[in-house]
Structures are given as C-alpha cells and as structure tokens.
RNA sequence: GGAGGGGUCGCAUAGUGGUCUAGUGCGGGCGCCUGCUAAGCGCUUACCCUGGGAAACUGGGGUCGAGGGUUCAAAUCCCUCCCCCUCCGCCA
C-alpha cells in the first residue's frame, strides 16, 4: 500500500506509475475521498473535544447539550467509517510505484534480458520433454494424478519424488549454511490478514484457494507467511536486515491461466519452493536485491543448467513489486526457458500494509522497513530443468553432481 | 467439540461508570551527586491520524486484544470476533 500522504502530494508521480503498469487504480476516487474525509474529521474532532469538556461536568443542561452532541457526532462517525473502509479497500489495490531504473514496457516482450550464462548442452540425439521422460522412467504420473484430484495435478515417485526432495535439501541447506539465511517452517494456511498484507487480498482473491468454514487461506507462496511474521511489530535497533528461506508447498487456482502449460508439470495448482525473504533497512534495499539474486543463481550455477536473468519492465511487474529480476532456467526438451525464480523488491509497500516497522537506534521512532522476495528456486520447473538437462540417449537421467549425496544415486533409471 | 478463567504503557501489576490527563514497581533514556564497584536524587519514557508553522515547535482527536453498541460520560456495562491459559473429550 502507498502512503496515503504521498498520494495526495505526489499525485502525478502515482498517475504515471498506474499508467506505466496498465493498471487502472482509482486514483481520482482516492483523492476526493480523501478530502472529503479530512473535512469531516475535522467537524467531529471539533465536537469530540466540545464533548470531552462536557463530560468533566455533571448536570442538567450540560446533558442536554451532551444529548446533541452524542447525536451529531455519530451521524459523521457513521458517515466517516463508510469513506474510511471505502478508502481502504482503494488503497489496498493500487499498485507499487517502480523504480527509475524499471525499464517502460508495454508487454513482457519488453523485459530486458541482462545476461545469459552457461552453454546448452550439444545433444547428439533429439531430447525429448520432461513428461515422455518422466512417463517411460516411471517418476511422473500424470493419469493418477488426474485420477486423485484433477487437472493439473501430478503424482511424483520413486527416484522422481527423491529427485524433487533432494533439490530441496540442497537449496535449503545452500542458502542457511552459506548465503546467511534462517530456515523457517511455516503454517500452509494463514488468516486473511496476512494475504492483505503480502498483497495478494483483495485484488487476486480469484488465484487463492480457502477453507471457507475457518476462513484459513491456502499459502500462494511462503513469502505470505514470511511476510507477516513480523507482523505489527517493532523490531529491535542493529537486528536488520534479516533473511529466511523457507520450504513450503504452493497453492494456486491458476484460473487467470486456464488452458496454458497443460503439459508436463510446469504449471500446476500445488507445487513446491524454496523461498528466500529479506527485512532490511530502506537505504540497503536495492543492494540486497541484487545479493538475492545472486544467491538464486548460485544455484543455477551449481546444477550446471543454462540460465539467464530478466530485468522486467513495467508491464510485467507484479503488483507489490517495485523492481524485479526473472531468472530462468533452459529446458532443452520443451526448448524454453522456464521461469525458476522471480526476486523483487518490494521497499515499504508490504511494511505499510502489513506494520512492519524498525527502530535505528533505541532513541528513533519507528519507521517502516523493505522487504524482498525470492525464489530459491521453485521446484517443478528446477526438476524439469534437470530431467531434461541431464537426459541420455538410452532415457535414463544423469544425476548432478551436487545432487548426488541426497540422491545416492548417480543415475535415475 | 464441552466447561471455566483471562487479555491494561517494553515487562510485571492496580484500576467494576465521572477523581484515569491510566497509578505503582521494574527496565530504558537524560541529568545531578558521589574520590572505586555500588547506591542515591531529579526529570523522562508509546503509537496513529489531523490542523497551524520555513523550522524548532505546537493545537486537537484516537488507541486499555479488535470491532460494534448502551450512556450526558466507558479500561470499567452489553454484543460479536480474535488470541492465551486450565480441565475434559478427540487425535498424528
């Protein structure tokens, strides 16, 4: 969420932020509510204070006054808390303010690729996609998964589903024992509250699945629960910045995107990731992006897969976002690159609306911190990476080198 | 799921309709005093919104888990919700 205050004197900086997004945030309604708001606080301030006065004395014509005065004062509270939550629920849906350095972009086909690293492996037969692979070693079931619990549902076994928790353990393990991260294990499902302050309520309801008897929410992602850990907090001079990383499952509605990635198991409505989540104070947030995206990389570097990384353009900048790299992974079976982690910085939006502030020093007031999010990575698309990265000729996978102390194996076959 | 108890300033507590402008202790900050460590004394101690001012600063409002309600007046009474504790039930 912007400040409200920024809004009302930088108005034209907002415009052209929505308008570099195509977003279509009500910013003219924001304003003259806002106004309308101030005008009416003031009025009900005025008989707030008339009242406070008032009720000091004890008699009968201070109670009639008093009478009055109950009535008018809540006639304008009434009216107040309709602007209030009127203006709340604006607010809550307009988008972050990118940075300078965000390329304008009409579409994603404007995002900048800023370096491509690693060579395509030279294949001396035709590599086939993930799922042929996956079907014929017998690690991929995509007809039980159907069978269980529908489209776009999968069920991993075997050396498939080692393959996917080895990749887990190795990031979790790289990003805590040499990145400086803190593990975390979260809840999968969290109050409302918590999705309005990562930014995913009110406005994308329609990707996110719910328990609606204990109105519990399906976590899209870890950074969710990483967000609002620090929730209505103060945290402590000299603490910051602080980083987790945290494994959880994903769950998403992916109605926005029907009939797109069926195939394989790209794009499904559960799915796995290591999450890397930063607190850090405002002037740092910028350098610790790019250390984000370093440690994502680093990954990408130790499998030894093809990657490149995407500086997105105002156009496909997520919402919370006010600047963010793609890092994606070459997939020689389906030949695209697969988008394996997204790292933004989202400054004070998140903070804002979550109230998630910090001291400096013991003596300062509490001011809002940043916060990022990464990918580290996300696992079905590094699983296929892999698959179809380290594919024989015979159909067997090899293992990566790093991969194969938790795999105990050298080849999947 | 059932029964009961509870949520007050960083922490611990007092407060059952007006004297609460929320008291006290601890902790924190500033200063004074003291020829060592210590003790003592004084002052201070949240956050949000909004108005005035170039600024230092200053006026007003709100916040006692959250939101409503009753009343001339609510930390205090009523309703809904959230969270914590104890016992019972169930359970990996």
Redesign the pocket.
């Known amino acids: 969420m912007l400040?409200?205050?920024f809004i009302r004197e930088n108005t034209d900086i907002v415009r052209q932020a929505i308008v570099n997004r195509h977003d279509k945030a009500p910013i003219d309604e924001i304003i003259s509510l806002d106004v309308a708001k101030?005008q009416k606080?003031?009025i009900?301030?005025?008989l707030?204070?008339e009242?406070?006065g008032?009720?000091?004395?004890?008699g009968t014509e201070?109670?009639e006054r008093?009478?009055e005065?109950?009535d008018s004062?809540?006639i304008f509270?009434?009216e107040l808390?309709e602007i209030d939550s009127r203006l709340e629920d604006l607010l809550l849906r307009v988008p972050n303010i990118p940075q300078d350095s965000v390329p304008i972009g009409k579409s994603e086909d404007d995002n900048i690729i800023i370096s491509t690293c690693g060579e395509p492996r030279k294949f001396d037969f035709k590599p086939a996609p993930h799922w042929e692979i996956g079907e014929k070693l017998g690690i991929i079931d995509f007809e039980r998964g159907v069978k269980l619990s529908g489209t776009r549902f999968y069920v991993l076994k075997g050396l498939g589903s080692r393959l996917q928790r080895s990749l887990i353990n190795f990031m979790l393990n790289l990003h805590t024992e040499d990145h400086g991260y803190y593990e975390a294990y979260l809840p999968y499902m969290v109050?409302k509250e918590c999705l309005i302050g990562s930014s995913n309520l009110p406005k994308f309801a329609d990707n996110l699945y719910r328990d609606i008897e204990e109105d519990l929410w399906l976590v899209p992602t870890a950074e969710v629960p990483l967000t609002n850990l620090h929730r209505d907090e103060?945290i402590l001079p000299g603490v910051l910045p602080i980083y987790y990383v945290a494994y959880t499952a994903c769950f998403r509605r992916e109605k926005m995107s029907a009939g797109k990635d069926t195939r394989g198991i790209k794009r499904g409505h559960q799915f796995d990731k290591v999450e890397m989540y930063k607190f850090t104070e405002p002037g740092n947030s910028n350098d610790e992006l790019e250390r984000m995206v370093d440690n994502a990389v680093d990954i990408c570097r130790k499998l030894e897969i093809p990657y490149r990384i995407k500086k997105l353009c105002t156009a496909d900048l997520s919402f919370a976002s006010t600047k963010t790299y793609d890092i994606e992974m070459w997939a020689p079976g389906c030949s695209e690159w697969l988008e394996v982690s997204s790292c933004s910085n989202c400054g004070d939006f998140q903070a804002r609306r979550a109230n998630i502030?910090y001291r400096p020093t013991?003596?300062s007031?509490?001011q809002l911190v940043h916060t990022l999010n990464g990918s580290g990575l996300a696992l079905p698309r590094v699983v296929i990476a892999v698959i179809e990265n380290y594919q024989q000729a015979d159909g067997s996978i090899s293992v990566p080198k790093v991969l194969q102390p938790y795999m105990d194996v050298k080849v999947i076959k």
């Open positions: 400040d409200l205050k101030r606080m003031a009900v301030e005025r707030r204070c009242r406070k008032l009720a000091k004395k004890q201070s109670a008093g009478r005065l109950r004062i809540k509270e009434d808390r109050k103060v502030r013991l003596e007031k509490p």
